[in-house]
């Protein structure tokens, strides 16, 4: 009998369709109307619509259907997606006045305190793969439907200090490298410890029928590996980033001792 590779939840479909009409009613007519803020760049605006993509191809396709009954490699690939891929890219594609109009003022000192952020991100990322947590999710779909959305919510936050900084005074890129290279190690660190085991840690999938010819333990090992290459690739990826800023402060400093 063969799978159906899409799962058109109606939740699912809804949340993201008034997700997206949201964002176009308060950037575009309601910020003209109350002059909320400066207008929102095309690149801003495709940012964030890439990130509701992927949200919602990763809750309705191929990854949802495959990883909720067969493969634990789809389903760590599903997470990667809701956590570290669409949250980075709704923050770059909200501006800084709207963030401010969400988010109480107090909230958001508090969620962008970096140990905050770190602890909230990583501890939802580690308890949630947990072998209890994880195969109760997939038992109990009111508990899946909740680790779905700490998942994207932990992963706002978790990025927050590193792409919003402009909301916070006295934030360096050397703060930001700060940051980063303890949340790499949690990441890499938890990847690991999925992807070298030699047993299965995840009994569900022992059940499963697996697909394509994986064993349990392959497809686990696989899985560890879609959060560990990807993860690292895009905490590298920012850390390059900051660090290139970071060299060309140095240079102006240097440059305006000189003059």
Partial sequence: MSVPLWNFEPSVIIGDGLLVLAYALVIGPLRRRFHWGTP???????????GS??????????LDV????????????????????APPLWLMGTPGWLIRRLIPSRTLTVLMNPLVAF??????????????????ALAHEWMHIVEHLLFMVSGVIGFLPVLKSDLMTNVTPLYKLMYLLPAMFSCT?????????????????????????LTPLSDQQLGGLAMWLPGDMLYMGLIVWIFNRLLDES?????????
């Fill in 66 to 85: 495959l990883g909720d009954e067969y493969l634990f490699s789809a389903h760590m690939a599903q997470h990667m997606l809701l956590s570290f891929i």
């Fill in 251 to 259: 240079s102006e400093k240097g440059q305006q001792v000189n003059i």
């Fill in 40 to 50: 929102v760049s095309s690149i801003q605006q495709l940012a964030f619509y890439s």
């Fill in 53 to 62: 993509l992927l949200m919602f191809l990763a809750l309705i396709g191929p």
């Fill in 189 to 213: 660190a938890l990847a690991a410890l999925i992807a070298l085991s030699s047993r299965q840690l995840y009994p569900f999938y022992g059940d499963a029928s697996l697909k394509w010819g």
């Fill in 119 to 136: 602890t909230l991100f990583n501890g939802v990322m580690w308890i949630w793969h947990l072998p209890a947590a994880y195969d109760a």
